[in-house]
């Protein structure tokens, strides 16, 4: 079956610029999380959605981050201003519900932002 | 607070030989443990886990055993291929999100 798609895979963006990135999750998928990946690091955790509630958002670097999950299946992780510093693999992943017995994370291929 | 370290790479073997990849962590509580691995021009694929300790995660000829008096998931494999050239995330997972260590890439030569 279809696993997590993101779009666009890659972005180049002027400091300053705002960008948006999109995530598709595995269908039947309740739990959403998104990550960023600096060149050469694992990934770190940036925030959490159950169906369409944010329940943790404790990595977002600062107030230019900002995700919304409105309908509880696609997601969007938007970059307000973009810093050079913002340059990263920025992954989604997704779980099935807790009934399913597993909470493996499904990886999406992420998208590489890139900021001049 | 929670925290995964790695062994640094890059870890180069030939062909066939024996690979471990250390790992070590802190955690409260009782986390799930998990490698990733991730191939050139991939995303991250989950190669193995272990929900408690004791418990023996396996793949692809690959192992991991979740060792709570140690606090380590170590990466084994009796036999390399240079298919298995990759980057190898060690993570855990305690209250929903993952926590990664930094990654070892491991080049295998034929």
């Known amino acids: 079956g279809a696993g997590v798609s993101q779009s666009p895979r890659y972005k180049v963006a002027k400091r300053g610029q705002d960008v948006a990135l999109r995530c598709d999750p595995i269908s039947g998928h309740v739990s959403l999380f998104w990550y960023q990946q600096a060149l050469g690091q694992g990934p770190e955790f940036l925030t959490y959605f159950q169906n369409e509630a944010q329940l943790d958002k404790s990595g977002l670097p600062s107030d230019r981050f900002f995700a919304e999950r409105p309908e509880g299946s696609v997601s969007t992780l938007k970059i307000q201003r973009t810093q050079q510093e913002d340059s990263a693999v920025y992954l989604c992943?997704?779980?099935?519900?807790?009934?399913?017995?597993?909470?493996?994370?499904?990886f999406g291929p992420g998208t590489r932002l890139t900021v001049l | 607070g929670n925290s995964v370290t790695q062994m640094e790479g890059p870890v180069t073997l030939s062909e066939e030989a024996f690979l471990t990849i250390n790992c070590t962590y802190t955690?409260?509580?009782?986390?799930?443990l998990f490698w990733y691995v991730q191939y050139p021009g991939e995303g991250l694929q989950l190669l193995l886990k272990a929900t408690k300790a004791d418990d023996k995660g396996s793949n692809k000829g690959f192992e991991a055993t979740y060792r709570k008096e140690t606090t380590s998931f170590h990466l084994e494999k009796g036999s390399v291929q240079v298919s298995d050239s990759a980057v190898y995330f060690c993570?855990?997972?305690?209250?929903?999100?993952?926590?990664f260590g930094q990654g070892t890439t491991l080049q295998v030569k034929p």
């Open positions: 955690a409260t509580g009782y986390p799930s």
């Open positions: 993570a855990l997972r305690n209250t929903g999100k993952l926590i």
């Open positions: 992943a997704s779980s099935p519900p807790q009934r399913v017995g597993t909470d493996t994370q499904y």
